[in-house]
C-alpha cells in the first residue's frame, strides 16, 4: 500500500518515454472504430482476389497494426501546454501488475473476437466463390446441353434434306401409281415382254459362247498352225527323211537281228506253230523267242526316249492326229476316235496316245521290210528267220490291240473315210512287203500273221509277258511327253 501512493522518482523527462510509462489524462489512448463502409471495401477486395483464409488473416493483422500506428491523440493541439505544465499539479496513477494483466487479457479477446469475425467473413466469401462456381458449370452445362440440342436439330435438318424425294411419302405415292399403271397395261405388254426376254436370253448365251469358245479357238490356230509348219518341214527334203527313218529302225532292231543271225540257230527248229516238235524243242524256241522279242521291246523303248526318238517320226504322228493330212484309215483306230477337223477341235489324251502309237508302229515296219530285204543286214532265206519276224509283228500288233480295245467306241463310221488294212506278203524268196487290202474283214492292222491263240505258249510264262506290257505303257508315255 506504501508502494502504491509514493511518487515515482521521474530522472528522465522525455516525452515519448512519459507516454509509454505514464496514463496521464491528457496522454488516453483512442482507438479508431471502424466504419462499416472500410469493413465492406476490406471484404469485397477480398471476394475479388479470391484469397484464401490465411491470406485474410494477414490482411486483417496488416490493418489492425495499422490501425494501432493511426492512433491519435484528442489533446493534440494543447500538447505545447502540457510541457509548460508543472508535474505536481497533476496526480499520477499506476497501474498495478494484474490491472496490466487484465487489461493484456482484454486486448487479447478483443483480438480473438475480431479474428472470429475474420473468419466467418472469410468462410463466407468461400462459400460466395463456390456458388459461384457452381453457379459458372451450371450455366456451362446449360450452355453444352443448348449446343447439342442445336447440333441434333442441324443433323435431323441435313438427314432431311439428304433423303430422295423417291423415299419421301409424295414419292412412294407415286410410285404406287405408276405400279398400279403398269400393272394394269402389264396384260396388253406381255407379248412384247417375252420377246424382250427372249432377245435377252439369246444375247447373254451368245456373251457366254463367246468367253469359252475364245480359248479354243485359239488353241485350233495354234494347232493348226502347228500343222502346217510340220508338212512344210516333211515335204522340204523327203530323201534325207528317209534315210534317217532307216537308221533309227535299224538301230532299233539291232539286238534282235543279233540273235537271228547267229548261225547256231540253223541247227534248231523253232517254228513250233507249223512244226511237230518235242517238249524239249518247244521250250528251246520259246526261250528263244521270249528272247528275241526282249531285245526288240527295250530298245524300242530306249529310243522313244526324247533325246534318241527322231524328229521326223514325231512330226509324222503329229501330222496323223488331223483327218484332212491322214490319206487311208485303220477299222481299230478309227471306231474310237475322232480325228481333229473343224468339227472336232479337241480329242482326248488316249485317243493321241492311240494314234501317236499307231503312227510309230507303221512307220517302223516299213523301215523293218528295207532292212529284211537287205541281205547285207539279215539273211531272210533262213526259215527261223522268218518265222522269228511274223512273231514280232504278231505281238506287237497284239499289245496295241490289247491296250486300247477297252477305249469305248464313239464313231459310227458313216463318214467318208477310206479303210485300208496290211498284209505281210513274200513278194520272191527273198523280198517281203506291206501291202495295202481294201477289203476289210477284221479289225487287226496288219494280215498274215499268226492268231492270238497259236501264240498261247508264249503267254504262259507269265512274268515275262507283264514285263512286256510295262515296257510298252512305258513306250507310250514317251510318245505322248515327246515334244515337238
Same mark, same amino acid.
Given at each position: ?7 515515482? &522518482?521521474?530522472?528522465?523527462? *522525455? ?7 505514464? !496514463?496521464?489524462? @491528457?496522454? =488516453? ?31 486483417? $493483422?496488416?490493418? @489492425?497494426?495499422?490501425?494501432?500506428? %493511426? ?14 505544465? #508543472? ?9 498495478? /501488475? ?13 483480438? *480473438? ?10 468462410? #463466407? ?12 458449370? !451450371? ?21 432431311? *434434306?439428304?433423303?430422295? /424425294? ?32 427372249? &432377245?435377252?436370253?439369246?444375247? =447373254? ?9 475364245? /480359248? ?20 522340204? $527334203? ?15 532292231? @539291232? ?11 540253223? #541247227? ?10 518235242? /517238249? ?7 526261250? &528263244? ?7 526288240? +521291246? ?12 527322231? =524328229?521326223?517320226?514325231?512330226?509324222? +504322228? ?7 493330212? =491322214? ?21 482326248? #489324251? ?9 503312227? &510309230? ?7 523293218? +521290210? ?40 464313239? %464313231? ?73
Amino acid at each position: 500500500m506504501h508502494h502504491q501512493n509514493r511518487l515515482p &522518482i521521474i530522472k528522465n523527462t *522525455n516525452k515519448e518515454f512519459r507516454s509509454e510509462t505514464l !496514463d496521464l489524462p @491528457t496522454n =488516453r489512448i483512442v482507438q479508431r472504430k471502424e466504419t462499416t463502409q472500410n469493413y465492406e471495401k476490406k471484404v469485397l477486395t477480398n471476394e475479388n482476389n479470391g484469397l484464401p483464409y490465411q491470406k485474410l488473416e494477414k490482411n486483417q $493483422n496488416s490493418s @489492425t497494426r495499422t490501425n494501432t500506428k %493511426n492512433i491519435v491523440f484528442q489533446d493534440e493541439p494543447y500538447s505545447h501546454q502540457r510541457q509548460k505544465t #508543472d508535474i505536481s499539479s497533476h496526480k499520477f496513477k499506476l497501474y498495478s /501488475p494484474v490491472q496490466e494483466f487484465q487489461y493484456e487479457q482484454n486486448q487479447k479477446v478483443i483480438e *480473438n473476437k475480431k479474428n472470429r469475425n475474420s473468419h466467418e467473413i472469410s468462410q #463466407d466469401t468461400i462459400q460466395n466463390l463456390q456458388n459461384k462456381k457452381y453457379q459458372t458449370l !451450371d450455366t456451362q452445362t446449360e450452355r453444352e446441353q443448348q449446343i447439342q440440342v442445336k447440333r441434333q436439330a442441324s443433323l435431323q435438318q441435313n438427314k432431311d *434434306n439428304s433423303i430422295k /424425294p423417291g423415299r419421301n411419302i409424295k414419292g412412294i405415292r407415286q410410285f404406287v401409281g405408276q405400279a398400279q399403271n403398269l400393272l394394269t397395261n402389264f396384260y396388253f405388254q406381255n407379248k412384247w415382254l417375252k420377246k424382250l426376254k427372249s &432377245i435377252f436370253q439369246a444375247a =447373254r448365251a451368245l456373251c457366254r459362247i463367246q468367253i469359252l469358245v475364245r /480359248p479354243k479357238r485359239e488353241q485350233w490356230d495354234n494347232a493348226i498352225s502347228k500343222e502346217i509348219s510340220c508338212v512344210q518341214e516333211l515335204s522340204y $527334203n523327203a530323201t534325207v527323211n528317209a534315210i534317217k527313218n532307216k537308221q533309227w529302225c535299224q538301230m532299233v532292231f @539291232t539286238k534282235a537281228f543279233s540273235i537271228i543271225q547267229s548261225q547256231t540257230l540253223d #541247227d534248231h527248229q523253232l517254228n513250233f506253230i507249223e512244226n511237230t516238235l518235242s /517238249p524239249l524243242q518247244i521250250d528251246h524256241a520259246i526261250s &528263244i523267242t521270249t528272247q528275241v522279242y526282249w531285245y526288240f +521291246m527295250t530298245s524300242f523303248e530306249l529310243f522313244t526316249n526324247q533325246k534318241l526318238f527322231i =524328229r521326223e517320226f514325231g512330226l509324222n +504322228m503329229y501330222k496323223d492326229l488331223f483327218e484332212n493330212q =491322214r490319206k487311208f484309215f485303220s477299222k481299230f483306230v478309227t471306231k474310237r476316235t475322232l480325228y481333229l477337223s473343224q468339227q472336232n477341235k479337241i480329242i482326248t #489324251d488316249e485317243q493321241r496316245v492311240m494314234i501317236y502309237s499307231e503312227s &510309230i508302229i507303221y512307220n517302223l515296219l516299213q523301215g523293218l +521290210m528295207l532292212l529284211i530285204n537287205n541281205p547285207k543286214v539279215i539273211n531272210m532265206n533262213k526259215p527261223n528267220s522268218v518265222f522269228l519276224i511274223r512273231v514280232l509283228i504278231t505281238l506287237l500288233q497284239y499289245l496295241f490291240m490289247n491296250t486300247f480295245k477297252e477305249l469305248p467306241i464313239i %464313231n459310227d463310221l458313216t463318214g467318208n473315210y477310206k479303210f485300208i488294212q496290211f498284209k505281210l506278203a513274200q513278194i520272191n524268196k527273198k523280198e517281203f512287203a506291206l501291202q495295202e487290202c481294201i477289203q476289210i474283214e477284221k479289225e487287226e492292222l496288219i494280215i498274215g500273221t499268226y492268231r492270238l491263240d497259236e501264240l498261247s505258249p508264249l503267254f504262259s510264262k507269265v512274268s515275262w509277258y507283264s514285263s512286256i506290257k510295262k515296257c510298252f505303257r512305258r513306250i507310250l508315255n514317251n510318245l505322248f511327253v515327246y515334244k515337238f
